[in-house]
């Protein structure tokens, strides 16, 4: 390994299929993130994580056969006759191609393309079956997005619902769910679109999960017994949720680019400064809960 490699780099698991085309199809799996080959840690921890997807751009073309003698037999038919008759004609001393070496016209014919004699008419099929296939692959895509895309904008709504019922975590698993969906979802315009606004919606669903309005979430800490673990647990919880939601929200807007989403721009921006607000009221809370922990240990 290099002297400056600190991993392989990977992505969290954002979609059922990382990258598919008409040849290939990447699928998220198992990675190993350490730079020491088949260690089982990193700095972070545990080397193998799931739940991980390919990073980069997959790049590949065809690298056409060359003819040469050997597999003279390799090429269409129209192609072959083309070089015998190079060859008959380089026999005649009254040729013009006679002048040259043989090796020469043997070099010559090396470059050329295995269609330079015409588009042999079984690869005309070929290439006709091909295209035919392309398209029932192209429209079987286009459809398995489509329903992607409305698969996400269901949970969104849905999303939306329970935030109206303050069910916020709820609605904001609904709305990761969404977003995991439009990794790989449909026309850029539409996804970018429903993008922005399913992230902003998580930030305020974090938002107000880190209010303290959620009423699962109170439920449950509701139920701890010790006064003090009780609180010091949910203000850690809530600080997580706050720290999530300003996340969140500053990724929506890194993707808002255009006039029209100005309104989403605005409530997105007063999402994050609320998430930071409430983060820094909480956390100095939290300060003085464990300061009067320590002193009353102390004492």
């Known amino acids: 390994r290099a002297a400056n490699d600190q991993a392989i780099v990977y992505n969290n698991r954002r979609s059922e299929v990382t990258y598919e085309d008409r040849h290939f199809k990447l699928l998220p799996g198992l990675a190993h993130v350490s730079n020491i080959p088949f260690s089982k840690s990193c700095p972070w921890g ?7 997807e390919f990073v980069g ?3 590949y073309a065809v690298k056409w056969k060359l003819w040469k003698p050997s597999n003279h037999a390799l090429f269409p038919r129209c192609f072959r006759r083309m070089v015998n008759a190079l060859l008959q004609c380089h026999k005649h001393r009254g040729s013009t191609l ?3 070496p043989k ?6 014919i090396n ?4 269609d330079w004699a015409g588009v042999p008419e079984e690869v005309l099929r070929v290439h006709d079956l091909q295209e035919q296939a392309r398209r029932k692959q192209d429209e079987v895509i286009r459809l398995q997005r489509e329903r992607e895309f409305r698969r996400a904008q269901t949970l969104k ?4 619902e329970l935030v109206a019922e303050n069910k916020f975590l709820q609605a904001a698993n609904e709305c990761s769910q969404a977003l995991a969906i439009l990794q790989n979802g449909a026309g850029a315009r539409r996804r970018k679109v429903l993008f922005v606004e399913t992230m902003s919606q998580l930030s305020e669903c974090c938002l107000r999960i880190g209010q303290g309005l959620d009423v699962s979430l109170a439920r449950i800490l509701g139920e701890m017994e010790d006064a003090k673990m009780r609180k010091e647990n949910e203000l850690h919880s809530h600080l997580r949720f706050l720290e999530q939601g ?3 929200g500053l990724i929506a807007l890194s993707k808002i680019g255009t006039a029209s989403d100005s309104k989403l721009a605005t409530r997105t921006h007063h999402i994050v400064a609320q998430s930071r607000l409430h983060f820094g009221r909480l956390a100095r809370q939290l ?7 320590r002193e009353g240990g102390g004492g």
Do not use: H, N, P
């Open 46 to 52: 545990y080397a193998w994580r799931d739940g991980r």
């Open 246 to 248: 300003a996340t969140y």
């Open 57 to 59: 751009r997959l790049k």
């Open 103 to 108: 090796r020469v016209l043997l070099y010559i």
């Open 287 to 293: 300060r003085r809960l464990q300061l009067e922990e």
């Open 111 to 114: 470059f050329c393309a295995y």
């Open 98 to 100: 006679s002048i040259l």
């Open 157 to 160: 709504d849905r999303g939306m």
